[in-house]
């Protein structure tokens, strides 16, 4: 296919509002994909086989987590067009996968819901596509609903935001019933640049390709997706990864289609994938630039490692596990360049990893991908945001991890002040939720910077608020007191001083490292006393009295004691069965090394003590 009839788009928009439905439906009318009856797809999310969707949890939850790739053909007045598709997630925490895919398109379609209209993550993607010089076509999606209101929608976004297109030119589809599609391909193909790259003097050129996502297969190894920016490159090809300098010997090309379809060649301008025989998944770096081992190019971009927003202790279940959890996270981290990775031992779970996210959901789809696709039980501790503690001496420690928060005394004589990340949030909302909107963001330590109006109905807030509350309850309030009408996004917005103090938990005088936490000192003393409260609630009777603490900066704000009991863990088992007896001691004994909070005195249940490690 010659280079001008080359397109490449990603699909941008706010959560839910069609993407990978459109992804699908591009698909069948490419035929990419069988045409399947519509009578046979469920009306619930769950029941739908998004084809782009393919990981389990996206099947289970009905979101995008990863970005996906596909090339597609298209014909208009009799000429075949090659069009590369990249699907994204909409979701804030999985920012860096569409700024990566856009680094691999020039163009963007921007799907808006026409009942829902503009919301906060349209403005976002819009934001990050526009900053990256994308040509942006705003799209209107599910005309087919009763209360679609396209024009008015269409009139919004001709408000918020700059687009090569007038407003009546925005196309109208239903990317569940197809309506509007087929044009929606012709205006791609009539309005969309080619890549700038795909000219025939571009593909004489030297080879440069960028790596944009990579994976692991079970047969083929480690499979790179690559952006061909200049030149060719085919089976046999000696290549130099820019980053790691690496060496490398091309063993397969193709492009996906979806499925992995072996081709020639891949030339400037193309997207497909390479097997280069890595041996390690860790060799495949996002971002990086490819060229041949004789022509070496200067890097396509510079790679920037994402910056972790939260930071969990994650651990084995059963200690035994350690290693098998060890692979779990490389391989699922190879897949996912975004999560940092540590070693951590902490005296009540042992040993294990403090691993760093893009948010909670991010984290949330970890833990499952940990669960459904490697089978892996963990405890995965509080999220909390790294803090920056300054020193007298003038240095400044970063600490994420709360355990290893100086203690009253060595503050006293040794730090000067302390430091909390703060994000810029910007709120979407009808109207009539402004009032209340702004009480959250004051109970939340905020401060409300901006308000502009968007049309009669809808207003933008913008606020700065600690990164800490935004990541705990925050957008569950937003939903709370608006209704579920307004949407919130945030972007990082720097450090700034704050009265941070650590809140302990302590069993019989001795602190819980787990379940220690960082607070404003505002909000730390309710937090212990809910703690205590909390757990109160779950140790139940021991074998010794509990006296259970709750403090804050190293004082006592809360007090409890449980009273003990004493018990025979196989009373229950009658009748002589020894077998049965001995196996139960055994699982208790082993469930034990797991569930105890303190100096193996303090036994709880799994699933108690799990909850109790992970739900702050
Ligand atoms: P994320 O991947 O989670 O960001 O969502 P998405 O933007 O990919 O949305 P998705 O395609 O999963 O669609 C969300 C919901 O809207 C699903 O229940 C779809 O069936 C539904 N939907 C998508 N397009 C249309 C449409 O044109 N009409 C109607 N009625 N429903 C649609």
Redesign the pocket.
Known sequence: IPPERIRGFSII??????????ADRLLELTGAIAKRDPAATG?D?KE?E?VL?NLAVEKNR???VKAQTVSLLWKRRGEVYLLNLI?T???VDFHYEVARSLAASQNALL?VDATQGVQAQTVANYTLAFDMGLDILPVI?????PSAQPEAVADQIDAALVVPFASHEFPH?????GEGVAALLDLIVDRMAPPPEASVAARDAPLRMLLFDSWYNAYKGVICLMAVKTGRVRVGDTVVAHATQHVYTVTEVGILAPAMTPAATLSAGQVGYLCLNMKKKSESVVGDTFYHRARPQPPVQTVTPVKPLVHAGVFPMDPVELPALTDAIESLTVHDPAISVAKETSGTLGQGFRLGFCGNLHMDVFRERLEMEHQMETLITHPTVAYRLLKNDGTVVVTNNPARWPDEAEIASHYAAFEEPFVVATLLSPVTYVGALLSLVGDNRGEHLDTTYLDDHRVMIKARLPLANVLTRFHSDVKARSSGYASFEYTEAGYRRSDLVKVRVLLNGEPVDALSSIHHRSEANAVARAWVQRLKGVIKRQLIDVAIQGQVAGKTVARETVKQVVKDVTQWIYGGDRTRKDKLLAKVKRGKSRMRLFANKIELDPETFRSLISQP
């Not at 928009?13 to 459109?22: E, F, I, P, R, Y």
């Not at 999606?141 to 609903?145: A, P, Y």
Request: glycine content about 10%; hydrophobic content about 25%.
């Open positions: 928009a706010h959560v839910d509002h069609g993407k990978s439905t459109l009306t999310k739908q998004q969707d009905g979101i995008t699907d997630p909409g979701h799907l999606n599910k005309i087919d609903l589809v239903s990317a569940k019933t």
